[in-house]
Each structure stands twice: as structure tokens, then as C-alpha cells.
């Protein structure tokens, strides 16, 4: 885990209120692994004293290269947006427990929510063999990165609640309606909205299927000290059979069977 000034590269407009920003942090990119995530300090004004967590979307450890996409919905984030090439921000990271890449054996399916499909990109571009990303969303508009994960040669099943885009209904029920799609050796891969990852457990558990989900939740230190993202895992030692769990240090990716869904 480090910490150092890095210089950004790359900024832009992904789609609507989503951009993408593209830093020199090599003392990241030569650790990261799918699924972990940095926590960047943007500026130095007081209203943003606290740093924001940001998965990784990609590394690049040959060139140095840290990828994060976000979305632009408060004070920090808009302060980011705002940056341009040859400013810098402070970045801890890489941090938290990674997505088991999958070997030649398994068939990767990936499920995402929202912008999730950013935080499992670097996942796929590690995976030895394309799979199925099932991506949903409230609306169409909500999609992004699509064409970076077909040009992978991943297939792209998408699920909108409005029915503006393939299937109708949450991108869990797609899954269900396409589990004879699913080889021998398949696992499955979540990040998204806390209720999708929740169902997509249980559906995960239905199918038999092996599945992790990145269990994202809001941060204060990122390293485990202030106890702000805790989530509930199974322990069954405990009379109520649940326990709270640091995600920044424990997870953030977790195996569903430990998620508890209670």
C-alpha cells in the first residue's frame, strides 16, 4: 500500500455524467489486481479533506497507467471532473481483496449494476477467455462500456426496469431466464448496488453456481481504522449468525456464500 502524488494523463466525458480519468500511478499499477479499488485525495481545500474510494477500472503495469470511471454526482466528484492533464492528485492504493481471476478452466460471467461494469473491465481484460457480462440498468442512458468488453470478444446481455434495452426486469431475473447458457466450470463475478448483489448471491446459490461480489460501500479511511463501511458476513459462531466485517481491509470483493443475506 502506497501513497504518492500522481499526475493525470487523460480526462474526459465516458457518457452523460460518467467520465473517465486516466493517471500515472505506477506504484499502483504494479500491484493492482481485478476488483481492488485507490482511495484519491482531490485537492486540498477542507470540504475535501476526506479522500474518495474508486475502483480500478484498469492498470497498465508496462506504462504506469491507473484507469478509474465515475460518475459525477456530488462536491468531490464534480472537483475531479473539473481537473485537467499535469494536475495531480494523492493516491493510496491499490487496497482491498481482489476477484479470483479465472483460469483456462472457467467460464467467466460477470454481473453488473450501473456503473459496476467499470469496476469488473480490468477482470475481464485479465480473463483467458471471454465470457457473458449481463449488465442492468434503470435505463438504457445508464449504460456504458459496452464496446470495451465486445471488443474483447465478450457477449453483452443487458436488462433495463424501463425495457429500454433488452430484457425487462433486473439484470439477476436475465440471469435466471439464460442459465442454460452456462458451461461446466462457470463462475460468477458481481458489483453493483448493494440489493442486486444480495439477489444476485441468492440466484448465484440456486444455480450452483461459484460466485464473489465487490461489496462497495462508503469509506472514511480505506485501511480499516474507522470502522465507516462495515457490512454483515456469515458467522455462524455468532448467536444472531452474522458479524460485521471491515469491506475496505476484509473485502471489498467477497465470496456470496459469506455475504449475509439475512
Same mark, same amino acid.
Given at each position: 500500500?502506497?501513497?504518492?502524488?500522481?499526475?493525470?494523463l $487523460?480526462?474526459?466525458?465516458?457518457h452523460?455524467? *460518467?467520465?473517465?480519468?486516466?493517471?500515472?500511478a505506477?506504484?499502483?499499477?504494479?500491484?493492482?489486481?481485478?476488483?481492488?479499488?485507490?482511495?484519491?485525495?482531490?485537492?486540498?481545500?477542507?470540504?475535501?479533506?476526506?479522500?474518495?474510494?474508486?475502483?480500478?477500472?484498469?492498470?497498465?503495469?508496462?506504462?504506469?497507467?491507473?484507469? =478509474?470511471?465515475?460518475?459525477?454526482?456530488?462536491?468531490?466528484t464534480?472537483?475531479?471532473?473539473?481537473?485537467?492533464?499535469?494536475?495531480?492528485? $494523492?493516491?493510496?492504493?491499490?487496497?482491498?481483496? %481482489? *476477484?479470483?481471476?479465472?483460469?483456462?478452466?472457467?467460464?467467466?460471467?460477470?454481473?453488473?449494476?450501473?456503473?459496476? %461494469?467499470?469496476s469488473?473491465?480490468?477482470?475481464?481484460?485479465?480473463?483467458?477467455?471471454?465470457?457473458?457480462?449481463?449488465?442492468?440498468?434503470?435505463?438504457?442512458?445508464?449504460?456504458? =462500456?459496452?464496446?470495451? *468488453?465486445?471488443?474483447?470478444?465478450?457477449?453483452?446481455?443487458?436488462?433495463?426496469?424501463?425495457?429500454?434495452?433488452?430484457?425487462?426486469?433486473?439484470?439477476?431475473?436475465?440471469?435466471?431466464? $439464460?442459465?442454460?447458457?452456462?458451461?461446466?466450470?462457470?463462475?460468477?463475478?458481481?458489483?453493483?448496488?448493494?440489493?442486486?448483489?444480495?439477489? =444476485?448471491?441468492?440466484?448465484?446459490?440456486?444455480?450452483?453456481?461459484?460466485?464473489?461480489?465487490s461489496?462497495?460501500?462508503?469509506?472514511?479511511c480505506?485501511?480499516?481504522?474507522?470502522?465507516?463501511?462495515?457490512?454483515?458476513?456469515?458467522?455462524?459462531?455468532?448467536?444472531?449468525?452474522?458479524? *460485521? %466485517?471491515?469491506?475496505? $481491509?476484509?473485502?471489498?470483493?467477497?465470496?456470496?456464500?459469506?455475504?449475509?443475506?439475512?
Amino acid at each position: 500500500m502506497n501513497d504518492f502524488p500522481c499526475t493525470i494523463l $487523460r480526462c474526459g466525458v465516458l457518457h452523460g455524467a *460518467y467520465r473517465r480519468i486516466v493517471f500515472r500511478a505506477p506504484h499502483v499499477t504494479a500491484e493492482a489486481k481485478p476488483g481492488q479499488f485507490v482511495h484519491v485525495r482531490i485537492g486540498e481545500a477542507l470540504d475535501h479533506i476526506l479522500r474518495r474510494p474508486f475502483s480500478i477500472c484498469d492498470a497498465d503495469a508496462a506504462t504506469g497507467e491507473l484507469t =478509474l470511471v465515475f460518475k459525477v454526482v456530488g462536491a468531490g466528484t464534480e472537483r475531479l471532473a473539473q481537473m485537467k492533464p499535469g494536475e495531480s492528485c $494523492r493516491i493510496l492504493g491499490p487496497l482491498g481483496t %481482489s *476477484y479470483t481471476v479465472p483460469d483456462e478452466n472457467t467460464f467467466p460471467v460477470i454481473a453488473a449494476g450501473g456503473y459496476g %461494469s467499470a469496476s469488473t473491465l480490468f477482470l475481464a481484460k485479465k480473463s483467458p477467455r471471454p465470457g457473458i457480462l449481463f449488465l442492468g440498468a434503470r435505463t438504457e442512458s445508464d449504460f456504458i =462500456l459496452i464496446d470495451e *468488453y465486445k471488443a474483447l470478444g465478450w457477449r453483452v446481455e443487458t436488462a433495463t426496469n424501463d425495457g429500454s434495452s433488452g430484457f425487462k426486469g433486473f439484470v439477476t431475473e436475465l440471469m435466471e431466464a $439464460r442459465k442454460s447458457d452456462f458451461p461446466a466450470g462457470s463462475m460468477v463475478y458481481g458489483c453493483g448496488p448493494a440489493p442486486m448483489l444480495y439477489a =444476485l448471491a441468492k440466484t448465484a446459490d440456486r444455480l450452483g453456481l461459484k460466485c464473489e461480489v465487490s461489496m462497495d460501500q462508503h469509506m472514511g479511511c480505506g485501511v480499516g481504522a474507522c470502522f465507516a463501511c462495515v457490512i454483515k458476513v456469515v458467522d455462524k459462531s455468532s448467536p444472531d449468525g452474522w458479524r *460485521y %466485517s471491515r469491506s475496505c $481491509r476484509e473485502g471489498v470483493v467477497y465470496p456470496a456464500r459469506e455475504v449475509y443475506c439475512g
